[in-house]
């Protein structure tokens, strides 16, 4: 379903190019929603590269089969450098393998300009950050375009798409074109894919393990620390996908009511923080526990949190008291 619900934020996004009939460009931008699927490994990645590629090319026609080029020699919807090593292989061609290529391409600038601009503090701000320093390379203060960039990838989290019959026929057909350019050797490994949304960018439990560093821990979002293995229904299945994304966490499954007067959420999550919330996973929904941690009082209340990818869901929140810092 994720596949679907870009296609139609793409088609909504870009501009018909001349000489190209809108069949002809469902068909083209299905395969960069397939590759966008089949490529993306976090919740963030899939309309961060969708908002990217929509600036620097509006997915224009000739821009995708490589007759144009930018003033530098970049190509493909995404404007990548061929010069890069890494991407050895031609990035340009409306075909499914050079899409997803250049799909490739692009998630893993946007990991790595995300990772540098992490690693430069810029972590309150951090997808501004990395749309700028996407487009200017090592600069991570957040500019107008980044900013921008940044609110159109959450609006196309957010929006709820209408996915007609002609766009899942359209992505039905990418994909078969994916699965027989397996077959025959030629396309790339496929990866797991996570859906768009823009509360914490983790794939399936969000329990830290060994691969996540201390400074990554340190920098999770308030309000979505930690989650238990169970959902509301009782059952392991995903939330069944609608193609309003929008209203899939509209209302809750009960009302736990509002927590206690002069607790917020704080800006950053320290270690600490995080661990005294795990403590409280598998605690009955609305239990509150507070403690003293570095010399600040801090609250922890499981709660109902909310996914695409897994709809409502049981999971911890943290609070502190006084102002947010």
């Not at 299905?30 to 929509?54: C, I, Q, S, T, Y």
């Not at 090593?85 to 031609?90: K, L, P, Q, V």
């Not at 430069?120 to 090592?138: C, D």
């Not at 994909?175 to 768009?196: D, F, H, I, W």
């Amino acid at each position: 379903m994720l596949a679907e619900l870009l296609l139609a934020a793409a088609l909504a996004l870009g501009i018909l190019s001349p000489g190209e009939s809108p069949e002809d460009r469902a068909i083209r931008l299905a395969r960069v929603a397939v590759a966008l699927e089949l490529e993306a490994r976090a919740a963030w990645e899939a309309p961060a590269a969708l908002a990217a590629m929509d600036r620097e090319s509006d997915f224009a026609l000739d821009v995708h089969t490589g007759e144009r080029r930018s003033s530098s020699g970049a190509v493909c919807p995404a404007q990548i450098d061929p010069s890069n090593a890494r991407f050895s292989e031609d990035l340009a061609g409306i075909e499914i393998e050079p899409t997803r290529r250049c799909v490739a391409a692009s998630l893993w600038t946007l990991r790595l300009v995300r990772g540098h601009c992490r690693r430069q503090h810029f972590r309150t701000h951090i997808e501004a950050a990395m749309h700028t320093a996407y487009i200017h390379g090592s600069r991570c203060r957040p500019s107008r375009s980044g900013r921008d960039r940044a609110a159109l990838a959450r609006r196309i989290a957010a929006t709820p798409w209408v996915v007609t019959v002609e766009m899942r026929d359209a992505v039905a057909r990418a994909r078969l074109e994916t699965l027989s350019g397996q077959e025959s050797g030629r396309a790339v490994k496929t990866k797991t894919t996570a859906l768009p949304t823009l509360q914490a960018p983790q794939k399936g439990v969000a329990t830290p393990g060994k691969a996540q560093s201390r400074k990554r821990r340190a920098s999770w979002p308030a309000g979505n620390v930690a989650e238990p293995h169970r959902d509301p229904s009782g059952s392991d299945a995903v939330a069944d996908p609608s193609p309003a994304l929008g209203t899939i966490c509209s209302t809750p499954p009960t009302e736990l009511g509002a927590r206690p007067r002069g607790w917020k959420p704080p800006v950053r999550v320290t270690p600490a923080q995080a661990r005294f919330a795990r403590s409280l996973l598998g605690r009955p929904l609305g239990t509150w526990r507070e403690r003293r941690i570095a010399g600040r009082r801090v609250a922890a209340r499981v709660e109902w949190h909310c996914s695409a990818e897994r709809g409502w869901h049981e999971g911890v929140s943290v609070f502190v008291r006084g102002g947010r810092r």
